[in-house]
């Protein structure tokens, strides 16, 4: 199974990106996803997850709003929608799998998760 992110860049606060994971080896429509983000001297976070079953999904509260995880099945790719960028949102951000289904509890459990993308630099500049 490999996780290929992508779509990271310098912007200026404001602006919108969008982040993508590509998935291969596995069907990212049967499986949950989560974006994760490490900021320099900080530990890796919770962004945002869809889960397999319903495609529910679930925000950290500091991008609730303004981020959006979605999934194209057609292209076993999910994306990650951030609009009103923040200097504060400047991080690499991960996508990570977890095979099949997973409780509410562990979708922003990064232990919970059994793959992970190599991680996209974004910036956001003030």
């Known amino acids: 199974v490999q996780l290929q992110a992508s779509g990271g860049g310098l912007v200026q606060a404001g602006a919108s990106l969008r982040l993508s994971c590509v998935g291969s080896?596995?069907?990212?429509?049967?499986?949950?996803t989560g974006w994760f983000r490490q900021a320099p001297g900080k530990e890796r976070e919770f962004v945002a997850a869809?889960?397999?079953?319903?495609?529910?999904?679930d925000y950290a509260d500091s991008v609730k709003g303004r981020f959006t995880i979605s999934r194209d099945n057609a292209k076993n790719t999910v994306y990650l929608q951030m609009n009103s960028l923040k200097p504060e949102d400047t991080a690499v951000y991960y996508c990570a799998l977890k095979k099949g289904s997973i409780i509410l509890s562990n979708l922003r459990n990064e232990l919970a998760y059994d793959y992970w993308g190599q991680g996209t630099l974004v910036t956001v500049s003030s």
């Open positions: 080896g596995r069907t990212l429509s049967r499986d949950t």
């Open positions: 869809i889960r397999w079953s319903g495609g529910a999904t």
